[in-house]
């Protein structure tokens, strides 16, 4: 049986590092185990008309109603003009030379009306099951199109993002999920509103970058010239406050700071002193930038997630949503949360015992994904037998153990 996985990769309104390289993290540990699988090549609902290559050009081309707004955007990607192409052109590489994907790209629509050739389809991690105001639920990540009637559905880690669903909005993803045959949340949640709301149970795994050992990003990393520095890696909000804090951080120590942060973060957060910007760099010079830093600075969940996979010393800021505030619960560094008059002085994270941890949710979240995929594979071959029947009313679990595999305080 051939297994389709649509996530968020390279259709996106901002290059984010983690997109492409979680999606390839859970496709190589599928080939590994012996799972034949293909990426769809999808495009969201919400993707838009933005030129992602070349911001610039494209509001020049359509200009805003607000001046302000308008001036704000034309200067940001004017100065990050040729290292946005770069930016660009090094996370399409790393898909192109690394991808087993589908040839054809779709859209919801094109979903309706032509099928990829799977069997089994698992939509994969991030903030897939958000609901947008303007395009409302994408029905490609809720495996609602026509052409996955009647297939296998699993869920590895989905999100629903910063915004808790409306009754209505509950009960249309509600509908969506009960042809699901397995559904696992990166967030407890998201688990919950599943278990609550829904007629479908659902579990907790990490997300998929952890599914890999620390030797697989070691082959793909790209060493920094810096040495010995403070990283900042911002997303999404404003990170003002995130940059002042690593910049204190870094003068006590006498250490350079390396800012890599998203898009116009690294323009407009810019308190006084000096750092090194790096805007126009790929995946690999992300890990490798993540690999050798002292300190990390990022309201990053996936930067979270590496730090912890890299054993770094790091500390986090601001970030609406739970998502990061649940992987640090997980692995007990709630205490890494910046709080005002911070002391960045106390003891180190204690990684013994964080990858004693993490060596458990690891082996627990490969359990079900595989698991997950045998079970649907005997259903779908078998759908009238009495023996699928009792296979899908099994529980399955994740790691919903957690609280009680911490007892400890970092």
């Not at 639920?137 to 495996?143: K, Q």
């Not at 829904?198 to 070691?218: C, G, M, W």
């Amino acid at each position: 049986m051939k297994v389709g996985l649509i996530s968020i990769n390279s259709h996106t309104k901002v290059l984010n590092f983690a997109s492409p390289l979680h999606t390839y993290a859970f496709q190589q540990f599928l080939f590994e185990n012996g799972i034949d699988n293909v990426i769809i090549d999808y495009e969201p609902c919400y993707r838009g008309k933005l030129d992602i290559r070349n911001p610039y050009d494209y509001y020049v081309a359509h200009p805003g109603k607000d001046e302000k707004v308008q001036k704000k955007r034309e200067e940001t990607w004017k100065k990050l003009y040729k290292e946005r192409e770069d930016r660009f052109d090094k996370l399409q590489n790393f898909i192109d030379k690394n991808y087993v994907q589908t040839e054809k790209c779709f859209t919801q629509e094109k979903l309706d009306e032509i099928d990829p050739g799977c069997d089994i389809y698992i939509c994969v991690t991030d903030v897939i099951w958000k609901y947008n105001p303007k395009n409302g639920f994408d029905r490609g990540f809720f495996l609602a199109c026509k052409s996955f009637e009647g297939k296998g559905k699993i869920a590895y880690a989905a999100s629903k993002g910063v915004k808790e669903y409306t009754e209505e909005q509950g009960k249309q993803a509600g509908e969506y999920l009960k042809s699901f045959h397995y559904i696992a949340c990166r967030e407890k949640s998201l688990a919950d509103f599943v278990n609550k709301k829904t007629s479908q149970r659902a579990s907790i795994v990490l997300d998929p970058v952890f599914l890999q050992p620390l030797s697989f990003y070691e082959k793909i990393c790209i060493q920094p010239e810096e040495k010995k520095y403070v990283l900042v890696y911002a997303v999404m909000e404003k990170a003002g406050g995130l940059v002042e804090e690593a910049m204190r951080y870094a003068k006590e120590r006498n250490l350079p700071v390396v800012d890599i942060s998203d898009d116009a973060t690294i323009l407009y957060q810019s308190p006084n002193g000096e750092r090194i910007k790096k805007y126009g760099i790929g995946i690999e010079e992300w890990l490798g930038y993540m690999q050798n830093a002292s300190c990390i600075f990022t309201n990053s969940f996936h930067c979270c997630c590496f730090s912890i996979i890299f054993n770094k010393q790091f500390f986090v800021g601001k970030r609406n949503g739970d998502k990061v505030d649940f992987v640090l619960h997980l692995f007990g560094l709630s205490n890494r949360r910046i709080k005002k008059n911070m002391n960045y002085n106390q003891k180190d994270i204690d990684y013994t015992v964080v990858n004693s941890l993490k060596d458990a949710y690891v082996n627990q979240s490969r359990k079900y994904i595989l698991e997950a995929i045998k079970r649907t594979e005997h259903v779908q071959k078998k759908k009238s037998s009495v023996i699928g029947k009792l296979l899908l009313k099994r529980k399955l679990v994740g790691i919903e153990n957690f609280e009680n595999a911490k007892s400890f305080k970092n």
